[in-house]
């Protein structure tokens, strides 16, 4: 339904209770990422812990969802266990039709259940049930069971978590839907193919199997495999640490190991559940961690990206085209490629604010969102989206600096000064001015918002 304000329903799951709450702001945050972080503000906590019951977990949609073909994301805010602080998440599937059709903007959790559940929701239910039997299972088989005991195949979604999100690993994922009618990208296949050596094409997929049914995350836990096995050949860890003679290219090892690494197996898989990293800082290795903000995308085109993914608000290489600016430019002047990473940002924030699948950017351009927002009857909204996009990018790094995020401490591994592009070798001088820059930049979109409100 079309309205100038947000229909919100919060559910405390330590009762099982819900309340549809209104909250305005359509004209100023639109939906999507926007009305993500206006609802984080209102119900999050930035000096409690991600996992304090108190703190929200919040999914949102947008004002063109379910009118407009690729209008089909839905955006999740959290505050995050890989680092502590305030981060999203976006995926497809049904998700953002099913809320569309339940009637409502976005859904707030907060509180704890006492026991492993499920909740059930629709415009006129609610419901909490206990799944305590379905700890440990792997996500494809609780899928099969939450399918058969709830009905509206077709129109419902169910997302769920994973024997990783059980144990509180910080690579964990919540799955959205099951079938997947296309190809999978380059990232996956990335990760569990040339991150570890493995080219057979089948062995790559089930080794992605393998990760989707731990519930993890395939970039995060791809990467950080390949981390530990070069660990290992290098003498930071052993075989006890491992629990599998981990070697490039062997493909069956590496399922053993994704399976310890969903189920924390023991103190070092724990350890590694928290990110590549942190595990590199306990034993070593720090130079070849391929971590920028998190486990790399499958991208190595120069500086730019690599100080876009490091630095960017989720950590992506789709926060800002920073792998396109380096395909296409061979000067490194750094104001330049810093306007653009921020420019090519906000536009992205308003797509995800609409909530489009960011495959279609080059359709949904501003005179394009303009016109469709018009057509539902969001006039002002029509009229205000250069406004709205500053205020939506300028207020999410507002929460995400107060939640803790220094852009200037982020560290760039040694592993990616040794890279060679297009343009020849990459220039750390280059690498450390961009992040110079960029860093004073986000900074300064963290004080935006505040400056604005005040």
């Not at 990760?191 to 094409?201: E, H, K, Q, Y």
């Not at 920073?322 to 061979?330: A, L, N, T, V």
Request: hydrophobic share 40%; proline share 2%; with cysteine.
């Amino acid at each position: 339904m079309v309205r100038d304000h947000f229909r919100v329903l919060r559910v405390d799951l330590a009762d099982g209770r819900g309340e549809v709450i209104t909250l305005e702001g359509r004209d100023r945050v639109a939906g999507g990422s926007g009305l993500a972080a206006l609802l984080f503000e209102k119900y999050g906590h930035v000096d409690k812990l991600w996992s304090d019951p108190e703190q929200p977990l919040i999914f949102a949609i947008g004002p063109l969802t379910g009118y407009f073909p690729l209008m089909s994301k839905t955006v999740s805010a959290f505050k995050s266990p890989y680092h502590d602080q305030y981060a999203e998440s976006h995926a497809g599937g049904r998700s953002a039709l099913a809320l569309r059709f339940a009637d409502y903007d976005a859904l707030v959790f907060t509180g704890k259940a006492e026991r492993l559940s499920a909740v059930v929701l629709g415009s006129r239910r609610l419901e909490m049930r206990d799944v305590h039997y379905m700890r440990g299972l792997d996500l494809q088989i609780t899928g099969k069971m939450l399918r058969r005991m709830f009905g509206g195949a077709g129109h419902r979604s169910i997302l769920r978590i994973g024997p990783a999100g059980e144990m509180g690993s910080a690579m964990a994922c919540i799955n959205a839907d099951t079938y997947r009618q296309v190809s999978y990208d380059h990232e996956p296949i990335f990760a569990a193919g040339s991150m570890l050596g493995v080219t057979n094409a089948f062995k790559v997929l089930a080794l992605i199997d393998v990760t989707e049914k731990m519930g993890l995350d395939v970039m995060s836990a791809g990467v950080a495999l390949a981390w530990a096995t070069e660990a290992l050949e290098k003498g930071f860890i052993s075989e006890k640490e491992t629990l599998a003679p981990l070697r490039f290219g062997e493909a069956e090892t590496y399922k053993e190991a994704l399976v310890h690494l969903g189920r924390g197996k023991n103190d070092f898989y724990r350890l590694l559940g928290q990110g590549a990293l942190k595990a590199a800082k306990h034993y070593g290795g720090e130079d070849f961690a391929c971590v920028l903000g998190q486990e790399m995308g499958g991208y190595a085109t120069g500086e730019v990206f690599f100080i876009s993914q490091a630095l960017g608000f989720r950590h992506s290489h789709l926060d800002a085209g920073g792998y396109s600016y380096d395909q296409k430019h061979q000067d490194k002047v750094v104001e330049k490629a810093v306007s653009f990473l921020v420019q090519d940002e906000q536009e992205r924030v308003l797509l995800t604010s609409m909530v489009s699948c960011l495959f279609a950017r080059e359709v949904y351009k501003r005179e394009v969102l303009a016109e469709c927002l018009g057509s539902l009857g969001y006039q002002t909204l029509a009229g205000e989206l250069e406004t709205v996009s500053n205020r939506v990018q300028k207020l999410r790094w507002k929460i995400r600096v107060a939640t803790g995020f220094d852009p200037s401490a982020v560290e760039v591994p040694k592993r990616f000064t040794e890279v060679t592009t297009w343009k020849g070798k990459v220039d750390g001088d280059y690498l450390r001015a961009l992040k110079s820059d960029y860093a004073r930049r986000i900074m300064e979109m963290g004080r935006g918002e505040r400056d604005e409100r005040s």
